[in-house]
C-alpha cells in the first residue's frame, strides 16, 4: 500500500547550518507529495509541494524535489534559523478524487543560536 | 487568514467513557478530515466526510467512532468506551472543493489524554 518513510529526528543544528530530513515514498499512480510543518502550539501547515516528478517545491527557503526515480523528496534548506525550529511531516496524496494523506512520522528539529 | 478551530486542545478522560472533539472547518471548504497521531508514530487517517455522509474511512475508524456535522459550522469526532490507546493527538483537516493539490487546512489539535 501507500506509504511514507521518514527520516527519524530529533535534528539538532546550529544556526546557519545546512538542513536535510530525507522522505520516501511507496505509492501507486501519481501521487502528489507535500512537506507540512508544525510550530509548537500550532496546527500542520502546509510548506511546499510537488504535484509531478521533477517539481521543485520551494518555499521560506525550503526546497524538495520529487523525484520518481528514487521515489524521494528530501526537504532541504541551506541555511537554517532558530525560527525553523518545528516538526517537518513528509506526505502524499495519492490522488484519488477526495484526497487523504499518507503521513511520514515527522522530524523534530531543532536549530541552536 | 481563515483556520480550522478544534477544540478542547487538551481532553483526559476516563477509559470506559465518551469523548467529543469538536471542530470548526473554515466556512466554504466541502471536505473535511480527522487524523491522529498516536505519540512517537504516524500521523494518521480515519475519516474523511463529503456532502454530510463519510466518503472514506480507515481500518482504524470501527463503531467505536463516528462524525456528524449537527448544525452546517461544526464537524465532530465522538469516540465512545474510550480505550487507552486511543490516548492521541487527533486532528481535523478541511479542503475546499477543487483545491485538494493546494494543500488541507489542519486545525491545531486535541490531545486526547486516556487514563
Known amino acids: 500500500g501507500d506509504s511514507v518513510t521518514q527520516m527519524e529526528g530529533p535534528v539538532t543544528l546550529s544556526e546557519e547550518a545546512f538542513l536535510t530530513i530525507n522522505c520516501t515514498y511507496t505509492a501507486t499512480g501519481y501521487p502528489s507529495l507535500f512537506w507540512y510543518v508544525q510550530y509548537p502550539g500550532e496546527g500542520l501547515q502546509l510548506l511546499l509541494k510537488a504535484t509531478k516528478a521533477d517539481d521543485k517545491g520551494s518555499n521560506k527557503g525550503f526546497e524538495a524535489t520529487y523525484r520518481k526515480e528514487t521515489t524521494s523528496f528530501h526537504l532541504e534548506k541551506g541555511s537554517v534559523q532558530v525560527s525553523d525550529s518545528a516538526v517537518y511531516f513528509c506526505a502524499l496524496d495519492r490522488g484519488s478524487t477526495l484526497g487523504r494523506l499518507y503521513f511520514g512520522r515527522g522530524t523534530q528539529l531543532t536549530v541552536w543560536p | 487568514e481563515p483556520e480550522v478551530t478544534q477544540t478542547p486542545s487538551h481532553q483526559v478522560t476516563q477509559m470506559g467513557q465518551e469523548v467529543i472533539l469538536r471542530c470548526v472547518p473554515i466556512s466554504n471548504h466541502l471536505y473535511f478530515y480527522w487524523y491522529r497521531q498516536i505519540l512517537g508514530q504516524k500521523v494518521e487517517f480515519l475519516v474523511s466526510f463529503y456532502n454530510n455522509e463519510i466518503s472514506e474511512k480507515s481500518e482504524i475508524f470501527d463503531d467505536q467512532f463516528s462524525v456528524e456535522r449537527p448544525d452546517g459550522s461544526n464537524f465532530t469526532l465522538k469516540i465512545r468506551s474510550t480505550k487507552l490507546e486511543d490516548s492521541a493527538m487527533y486532528f481535523c483537516?478541511?479542503?475546499?472543493?477543487?483545491?485538494?493539490?493546494?494543500?488541507?487546512?489542519f486545525g491545531s489539535g486535541t490531545r486526547l489524554t486516556v487514563v
Open positions: 483537516a478541511s479542503l475546499r472543493a477543487g483545491r485538494r493539490n493546494y494543500g488541507y487546512t
